[in-house]
T-cell receptor, first 112, second 114 residues
Framework: LAKTTQPISMDSYEGQEVNITCSHNNIATNDYITWYQQFPSQGPRFIIQGYKTKVTNEVASLFIPADRKSSTLSLPRVSLSDTAVYYCLVGVLNTGGFKTIFGAGTRLFVKA | NAGVTQTPKFRVLKTGQSMTLLCAQDMNHEYMYWYRQDPGMGLRLIHYSVGEGTTAKGEVPDGYNVSRLKKQNFLLGLESAAPSQTSVYFC?????????????FGPGTRLTVL
């Protein structure tokens, strides 16, 4: 069963690029990797998803190496409003049924 | 387009009481999920549904039951609440298989069991 590991917290300053890496041991071939953002007292919000190589959208990039055992969320030029908890998610469908594996989350604090 | 809504937002129960949490989505999504989130932890999947009339167990299903009688609604039931079920519960939906596509989460239900 895939397991995810993320740094507990990170600090940054406004305008900097932030990279958050998630390790997902034993990820299965049919797994996608998804990242969510969560503010206090709110539900998680989808940021980006990928299967391999690089994916970019209007808010972030996701880098996935060839072995897919990790992924890196890249947030360009963060602002104070990017202070939140970021989760990576891996899903797998196996003989035991469908499982989703959320990481424990990385608390990002952006300072002025 | 309200997305995913949850009812109620807050609830306090006594041990042994029962309740039902309601989740509704207006995006015509096939897949719906119930998660629980405990302090300092990520989300853990309780049950999920791949379509109307279907349900399946997730990682932590014990003590909970679910029903998906209508495509837009997914109900989570606690038959006999226990203090260990004190948590924040989130409902989510996706158009297809969970890990392929954008997931939408509700605002959460904060449940306290005394």
């Amino acid at each position: 069963l895939a397991k995810t590991t993320q740094p507990i917290s990170m600090d940054s300053y406004e305008g900097q690029e932030v990279n958050i890496t998630c390790s997902h041991n034993n990820i299965a071939t049919n797994d996608y990797i998804t990242w969510y953002q969560q503010f206090p007292s709110q539900g998680p919000r989808f940021i980006i998803q990928g299967y391999k190589t690089k994916v970019t959208n209007e808010v972030a990039s996701l880098f996935i190496p060839a072995d897919r055992k990790s992924s890196t969320l890249s947030l360009p030029r963060v602002s104070l409003s990017d202070t939140a908890v970021y989760y990576c998610l891996v899903g797998v469908l196996n003989t035991g049924g469908f499982k989703t594996i959320f990481g424990a989350g990385t608390r990002l604090f952006v300072k002025a | 387009n309200a997305g995913v809504t949850q009812t109620p937002k807050f609830r306090v129960l006594k041990t042994g009481q029962s309740m039902t949490l309601l989740c509704a989505q207006d995006m015509n999504h096939e897949y719906m999920y119930w998660y629980r989130q405990d302090p300092g932890m990520g989300l853990r999947l309780i049950h999920y549904s791949v379509g109307e009339g279907t349900t399946a167990k997730g990682e932590v299903p014990d003590g909970y039951n679910v029903s998906r009688l209508k495509k837009q609604n997914f109900l989570l039931g606690l038959e006999s609440a226990a203090p260990s079920q004190t948590s924040v519960y989130f409902c989510a939906s996706t158009p297809g298989f969970h890990t392929a596509g954008e997931g939408f989460f509700g605002p959460g239900t904060r449940l306290t069991v005394l």
